[in-house]
């Protein structure tokens, strides 16, 4: 089964499962997390019953080659928890976001970046989905160059 959601979905979804699962669980429960995405592992974060009665397994990667800096546990939950609050600003205001997808639309790019400084280093964290597997939705934070969001700041500054 190929899994078909519309992109307002998908980000209901990470949301929910990003505050539920992650954030909210225990320090020494997300850390163990955390090590499992940062060794390259997917983790398994639900299974969803779908409306034709077959199941959904919602699995989560992380994609840190663009981070700049020091990726440990605190820069991750700091970065997850601005992710999570930029996806609910979009969600809570009923607009649609602006998504990349390739043209058979099984990948998607949320163009919803989390930007966060920590020690004077920039980094952008962005939400992508996977629907191209049968029967699983992967989500899957990507680090990306943050420099072209700075670009636009300075444009806009200048304008």
Known sequence: MKVKMDAPSVLAIAATLFKTGLLDAGRTEAKRYFRELEAGRELILS????PDKSTMRIKLQLLPQ????????????EHLLFLTAELAKVINAKTEPLVMSDDEGGQLLFNIPALTQIDGVLNALVLGAD?????ALVL????????????AEVKTANS
């Open 47 to 50: 299974d969803m019953a779908m």
């Open 66 to 77: 663009e981070f700049r800096g020091n990726l440990n546990f605190s820069a991750f939950k």
């Open 131 to 135: 629907l191209r597997r049968p029967g």
């Open 140 to 151: 899957q934070l990507m680090f990306i160059d943050p420099d072209q969001y700075r670009a």
